[in-house]
């Protein structure tokens, strides 16, 4: 995206010559003044969120940002031409031909591209795919809701027993029975993000166990932090389960 926006300012700065002077080429000077524009861009936004995928998710938001960045290097550009007593070399009417001209593309650019992205947003491209396992049918149910309380894109793409295939309260199979070795075996089948385990904070040899082997896979392994109203018997309200990033 990068050279996307350095060629958008080329090409302002080259338009603007043309429609200014009707010559095929900027001169040196200029071409030296539009690289510093460019150069200035790419450090501007490389400390910025411009470019990151959340950013770009919210579209507005992100459009204000590549606004605002490019009207700052503009009049640091300005600035500097004028500290360096060369800015009645060069042409006013170039000038703000480029960077109106620059704005207007890289803000059209921008949209386009964020447009795009939500685009693959709603279509579920940067969901997070995430499988589940646990050995107790409530505190899973727990952990699934809270998950997508948290961020209702997500897409569970599996739910695991540990050594058994999990039941329900009336010791019916649910989830599909499928176990942590079918996790294991078909990883990349199954392809997922993170691994989310609902077990209870004091089960820790079962915790440690469990993460040992699923360590194998290139995944992230998580055991969240979730309010435990029913997942586990005896258990007060409000406690939690154990968080290990």
């Given at each position: 995206?990068?050279?996307?926006?350095?060629?958008v300012?080329?090409?302002?700065?080259?338009?603007?010559?043309?429609?200014?002077?009707?010559?095929?080429?900027?001169?040196?000077?200029?071409m030296?003044?539009?690289?510093?524009?460019?150069?200035?861009?790419?450090?501007?936004?490389s400390?910025?969120?411009?470019?990151?995928?959340?950013?770009?998710?919210?579209?507005?938001?992100?459009?204000?940002?590549?606004?605002?960045?490019?009207?700052?290097?503009?009049?640091?550009?300005?600035?500097?031409?004028?500290?360096?007593?060369?800015?009645?070399e060069?042409?006013?009417?170039?000038?703000?031909?480029?960077?109106?001209?620059?704005?207007?593309?890289?803000?059209?650019?921008?949209?386009?591209?964020?447009?795009?992205?939500?685009?693959?947003?709603?279509?579920?491209?940067?969901?997070?795919?995430?499988?589940?396992?646990?050995?107790?049918?409530?505190?899973?149910?727990?952990l699934?809701?809270?998950?997508?309380?948290?961020?209702?894109?997500?897409?569970?793409?599996g739910?695991?027993?540990?050594?058994?295939?999990?039941?329900?309260?009336?010791?019916?199979?649910?989830?599909?029975?499928?176990?942590?070795?079918?996790?294991?075996?078909?990883?990349?089948?199954?392809?997922?993000?993170?691994?989310?385990?609902?077990?209870?904070?004091?089960?820790?040899?079962?915790?440690?166990?469990?993460?040992?082997r699923?360590?194998?896979?290139?995944?992230?392994?998580?055991?969240?932090?979730?309010?435990?109203?029913?997942?586990?018997?005896?258990?007060?309200?409000?406690?939690h389960?154990?968080?290990?990033?």
């Amino acid at each position: 995206m990068s050279i996307c926006d350095v060629f958008v300012i080329l090409l302002a700065a080259q338009v603007s010559w043309m429609a200014r002077f009707d010559l095929a080429l900027l001169p040196p000077d200029y071409m030296l003044v539009t690289i510093i524009g460019c150069v200035g861009w790419l450090l501007v936004v490389s400390k910025s969120s411009v470019y990151k995928i959340a950013e770009r998710q919210r579209l507005w938001s992100g459009i204000r940002k590549v606004a605002l960045s490019w009207i700052y290097v503009a009049t640091s550009v300005t600035f500097l031409a004028f500290m360096a007593k060369s800015g009645h070399e060069f042409s006013r009417l170039w000038a703000f031909g480029w960077f109106a001209g620059s704005l207007l593309g890289l803000v059209g650019v921008h949209f386009i591209w964020n447009l795009a992205i939500q685009q693959a947003e709603r279509a579920g491209h940067f969901a997070a795919r995430i499988a589940v396992v646990g050995n107790n049918f409530q505190a899973v149910s727990v952990l699934i809701e809270q998950v997508h309380k948290l961020d209702p894109s997500t897409i569970i793409a599996g739910v695991f027993g540990i050594d058994s295939a999990l039941v329900d309260e009336r010791h019916r199979p649910c989830f599909d029975g499928y176990t942590l070795d079918h996790l294991i075996h078909d990883y990349h089948t199954i392809m997922v993000d993170s691994v989310w385990l609902a077990l209870d904070w004091d089960q820790v040899e079962e915790i440690e166990c469990v993460r040992a082997r699923i360590s194998v896979l290139p995944c992230e392994i998580h055991t969240p932090i979730l309010p435990v109203v029913a997942a586990f018997p005896g258990r007060a309200v409000g406690q939690h389960i154990a968080y290990r990033p």
